[in-house]
Structures are given as C-alpha cells and as structure tokens.
C-alpha cells in the first residue's frame, strides 16, 4: 500500500471547522483513500473513503486533488468529541473483499473550547 | 454501522498462561477478520488475517504459533496468545468489513487490553 503523510498533531477551536491534510504521492489508479479515527482507549472508528471525488457523509468531507496526490478530511463543526487520532490510508482491494489497511502514526486533533 | 464486539474488553493474566479473545460481528456475517495490535502511544499493526473455515494469513515477523487465530464460523474469530509474556501486554483489536461488493469500510470492535504479570 502506498504511504501517506499527515501532521504530527493539529488544533481546532470548538465549532469551528477542522482541516486534516494527507500527502500520498505514490497512490496508484486502483487505490482509494480512507479516514479512521481513534478516540483513546477505543477501536478506531470509520469516517469517509474515496477514489477520486470528493465525498461528503454525515460526518465528514473528503476533498482529494485532481492529480490524486494529496486529500483534506473536512469536519465542518468541530465538537469536543472529535479529540482523536485521525488516520490517513491508501488502499486497494486485495484478494476477495479484503481491503487490508496499514496504518500509519495519525494526526493528533485536539479540539479545544 | 455494522458492529464488531470483542470480549473480554480487558484481561490480567500469569506469565506463561494463554489467553483467548473473542471477535464476533453483531449484524452481518464476515468471511474476513483482521487482528491488530497497537501498543501503547503507537499506531495499529496488522498482526494477521483471518479467513473463515481456512488458515489465517499472518503478518511479516508475527509468530504464527504463538498467536493462534481461528475463524469457525461467519460471525465468529478468536485470537489465541499462547503462553503470554509481559512483553505481549498490548491492546489488540479486531476488525471486519461487510465483504460485499462495494462495501469497503472497516468496522473496528472496541478493542481488549492484555496485561499479562
């Protein structure tokens, strides 16, 4: 799977939107773009997936570029509750259903009041 | 979403002792588990795949006789640490995805935590 690059960790202001770049350079044409996030103590938690355009759920935006190289995860009125780790994955199916995920280090987000 | 429990949610165990964890998918039938461990202030890796009614796939570098995994049924995987260590002391998390067409998300089960004395 191609890798991906995210900040280390980022701040957001209660209610305010929270922006969460991802860099992956090396994706390929099959591979899609996941989000997960992990509250602590918890199991990751799934957010948004797409391949090229941009998707939109209850959650969520996934804003991915053109050329595919890097996307945005959009949660557009940040709440306390959002504080987790937010990972970034590139995946392709690999055999049958399995969409095998590797994760990465995240993004911390702290939403503060 | 699809839920994924796990019990037990936590576990204290003996040096040398093995240990069980179950994973079980609520709602929906899995053909396919993943196994993961994330130890503390790190991120989740992939330990193995669990394939129903056929041997688990195992990650590079995990021991497959250490880490016994088994998939019987559609909504059913275990994950087996034999004779546990303080070093196995980690929190290990299970998930699956609905194995339909289309259907690519992952749910995750709320995770157990394994500290073994």
């Known amino acids: 799977d191609a890798k991906t690059t995210q900040p280390t960790s980022m701040d957001c202001a209660e209610g305010r939107a929270a922006n969460l770049p991802c860099n992956h350079s090396?994706?390929?044409?099959?591979?899609?773009v996941y989000w997960y996030r992990q509250i602590h103590s918890q199991g990751p938690q799934y957010i948004i997936h797409?391949?090229?355009n941009n998707e939109t759920n209850e959650m969520a935006s996934l804003i991915i570029t053109e050329d595919r190289k890097s996307s945005t995860l959009i949660l557009p009125h940040a709440t306390l509750r959002d504080t987790a780790v937010y990972y970034c994955?590139?995946?392709?199916?690999?055999?049958?259903?399995?969409?095998?995920?590797?994760f990465g280090k995240g993004t911390l987000l702290t939403v503060n009041p | 979403g699809a839920v994924v429990s796990q019990h037990p949610s936590w576990v204290i165990c003996k040096s040398g002792t093995s240990v069980k964890i179950e994973c079980r998918s609520l709602?929906?039938?899995?053909?396919?588990m993943f196994w993961y461990r994330q130890f503390p202030k790190q991120s989740l890796m992939l330990m193995a795949t669990s394939n129903e009614g056929s041997k688990a796939t195992y990650e590079q570098g995990v021991e497959k006789d250490k880490f016994l995994i088994n998939h019987a049924s559609l909504t059913l995987s275990t994950l087996t640490v034999t004779s546990a260590h303080p070093e196995d002391s980690s929190f290990y998390i299970c998930?699956?995805?609905?194995?339909?067409?289309?259907?690519?998300?992952?749910?995750f089960g709320p995770g157990t935590r394994l500290t073994v004395l």
């Open positions: 994955i590139v995946s392709s199916e690999s055999g049958g259903s399995n969409y095998k995920l590797t």
């Open positions: 998930s699956a995805n609905l194995g339909l067409a289309g259907a690519r998300e992952q749910f």
């Open positions: 090396t994706i390929s044409g099959n591979e899609y």
């Open positions: 709602d929906f039938q899995a053909t396919t």
């Open positions: 797409g391949l090229k």
